[in-house]
Structures are given as C-alpha cells and as structure tokens.
C-alpha cells in the first residue's frame, strides 16, 4: 500500500472510531421523557427498526462481536468484575462467548463458552477457520479443530504489547481495505518480538498490522504502520520552539 492511500486509511479508521463511540454516548446517554428502557427507547430513522437478536440470558456483559462464514456470532465477553492490572494478568476472567439461532428464526438461541481466561478481548475477527483476538499482551488465534463449538488450538500470534486493565491497551483486529488486519494500542508501550526475529519497541500509541497471508500455526509477519503519538514529544517541541 502506498504511504499516501495508507495515511488516509489510518486517518479513516481512526475517525470511524471516533464516531462509534460518540454514537455509542448518544445511544446510552439519552433518556426518554416517558421513562421508557430497553428497545422501546431507542429512535430509528423511518425505515429502520431495531430488534433483540440476543437477550441477557445468553451474554451477560458484551462488548464487542463478529461473525464467521455460518452466521454464528462471536462475543467478547467482560466478566463484570473490576481488577487492577496485578488481579487481571493473576486472574484473567474474560472471555469468548459464542452464539448460535439453530432454528433459523433470525434470533440467537444458543450460547456458549469458546475461548476463556482472557485479558480484555477487544475485538475479533474470523479469518479462515480461525478466530483472531487482540488480548493484551497476545495477538491470540483460536480454532476449534472437532466442531464442538469450543476452541481446542491457541496459539499467540504476537504478544509484547503492555496490558492495562483501564482499557488504553489494545484493541482490534480489524480487516483494512488492503487485506491486512489491523489493531490499535494505548499508551502504556510495547516490546514485541516477532517469530522471524524482528524487534519493536516503544511507548507512543500506534496502529498495527498483520500479514493475514503468513498467518499460520507455525508462525507470523506483523508490520508496524508509521502512525503514532506521542503528546509528550510534541510539548517537549513546542516548549523548545518558543
């Protein structure tokens, strides 16, 4: 990709996450007047309408989903429970939570445990019979090999990436519009070593990404793009400048 298409890609993914969460305040932050919840609170533009795909009975705390080539559903799952970053990396109680509508009515009926003992899974993506989750400090890879529903292969991908339990850590993957899965990370910096030998490391928040092509059991590519910040550096300059 070139460094022009690819600044712009960086600039459009970063403004697509900036306007999700501020959908996402607006979605949760406004109250109807009647004191309505649930689905009948939410306001839809004609043409629209909101439906329950999944209730409380089959994924306590999502966050974040995505779907395989069957039209099953992938949660990342909290726990709920609130730990600092020595309780979390001590007792990682995250998880994977699949969700399947085995009567094909369009709405989920079946819930289960595919992947546990994670650190923060946000965000996911199904590639190839495999589910790819960003758990800080792992990039992880799961499969489930004897299609029982439960994930029987993981391996970490990448790991160095600096896990914080405020959530400023990593995030993603995501798939760009180059072939190549993408993931953003906080503030908190890394020290990553990848398989082939390739070193990275750091403090500034940056956006990541990953050869899906070289994805493979015995081995990986990660590439790191050339988007960064580093707020401290600028004022340093600036102050410098005057």
Do not use: C
């Amino acid at each position: 990709m070139r460094k022009s298409n690819f600044r712009r890609f960086s600039l459009g993914l970063i403004a697509t996450v900036l306007l999700s969460a501020a959908a996402s305040f607006v979605l949760f932050a406004v109250r109807d007047p009647a004191g309505v919840t649930g689905l009948g609170a939410m306001h839809v533009p004609p043409g629209f309408k909101v439906e329950l795909a999944a209730g409380p009975e089959l994924s306590s705390y999502p966050m974040m989903g995505t779907f395989d080539d069957r039209g099953r559903l992938f949660i990342a799952e909290s726990s709920g429970n609130t730990l600092n970053d020595a309780q979390m990396k001590q007792h990682p109680d995250y998880k994977i939570r699949l969700l399947e509508d085995r009567d094909g009515d369009g709405v989920f009926d079946h819930s289960q445990v595919f992947a546990d003992h994670l650190t923060l899974p946000a965000g996911a993506v199904w590639y190839r019979n495999s589910l790819y989750v960003a758990a800080p400090p792992d990039l992880l890879r799961f499969q489930d090999s004897d299609g029982d529903g439960v994930a029987d292969r993981r391996e970490v991908v990448v790991t160095g990436w600096t896990m914080s339990s405020n959530a400023a850590s990593l995030h993603g993957p995501f798939f760009g519009p180059d072939g190549w899965l993408y993931l953003t990370d906080g503030r908190h910096g890394f020290d990553i070593q990848t398989k082939d030998g390739r070193g990275y490391k750091g403090l500034a928040s940056r956006i990541w990404r990953v050869r899906p092509t070289a994805l493979a059991w015995s081995g990986s590519r990660v590439a790191v793009s050339t988007t960064q910040w580093n707020w401290s550096s600028r004022r340093r300059a600036r102050r410098s400048a005057r």
